[in-house]
């Protein structure tokens, strides 16, 4: 079954502690990218990736990094979360590089951060 | 960066209604798309519509690049439907993979 994987789906955490929220797709789309959800402010998007090893900036990239070693992972990392990083993340992919074509989404990952 | 606005922000319609959505955004884009977000929580996508008209089932969009907006019709609306309608657009010019979206349209269709 064609999907966007992401782990884990719900986590508490503390401020400080290192995280790494996984995503991984099976259909061998080029397009990579996450996204925070946030109440009252839509989807914003954090990073995205064209294709393996190259990422770049979404409109809120601040307090995450990301990297894409291989074509079908796109994990988004914390390296010392605060509490305004407690959202609904999602991961997404796309088939095409150029003109990104139809989005797939994974159901998303609850972070709460204390 | 690009604006996208859409209207309204919030929708009730009785079962078999019609509805229109609108998705405004303040700069050329390379595409469009639409998206629904169930009750829980699942992103589902609508149509990929950088320009044109498509059509699936009782939902249809239309994408007027040049004035710089997009439409989301539903017809004989369902329960089933309710949940938050979100447009996303790419940025223009050499801005590909990046992508800004609208705050959403919540729709609640009563029985």
């Known amino acids: 079954e064609a999907q966007v994987t992401q782990n884990p789906r719900y986590l508490i955490t503390v401020t400080g502690k290192k995280l790494t929220v996984t995503c991984s797709q099976n259909m061998n789309h080029e397009y990579m990218s996450w996204y925070r959800q946030d109440p009252g402010l839509g989807l914003r998007q954090i990073y995205y990736?064209?294709?393996?090893?190259?990422?770049d900036k979404g409109d809120v990239p601040e307090g995450y990094k990301v990297s894409r070693k291989e074509k079908r992972n796109f994990p988004l990392i914390l390296e010392s979360p605060s509490p305004n990083q407690t959202s609904l993340y999602f991961c997404?992919?796309?088939?095409?590089?150029?003109?990104?074509?139809?989005?797939?989404f994974g159901e998303g990952s609850r972070l709460t951060v204390l | 960066g690009i604006q996208v606005e859409q209207s309204p922000p919030d929708l009730i319609l009785q079962e078999g209604a019609n509805s229109t959505l609108r998705c405004n955004f303040s700069d050329s884009v390379n595409n469009l798309q639409w998206f629904h977000q169930n009750p829980w929580g699942q992103l589902i996508n609508l149509f990929y519509?950088?320009?044109g008209t498509k059509q699936n089932g009782r939902l249809s969009a239309t994408t007027v690049a040049t004035e710089r907006y997009s439409l989301l019709y539903i017809s004989s609306s369902q329960t089933t439907d309710s949940g938050v309608y979100f447009c996303a657009v790419e940025h223009g010019g050499t801005s590909y993979g990046k992508l800004t979206f609208g705050q959403g349209t919540i729709l609640t269709v009563h029985p």
């Open positions: 997404a992919s796309s088939l095409t590089s150029y003109l990104t074509g139809e989005l797939f």
């Open positions: 990736s064209m294709n393996v090893e190259v990422t």
């Open positions: 519509i950088p320009s």
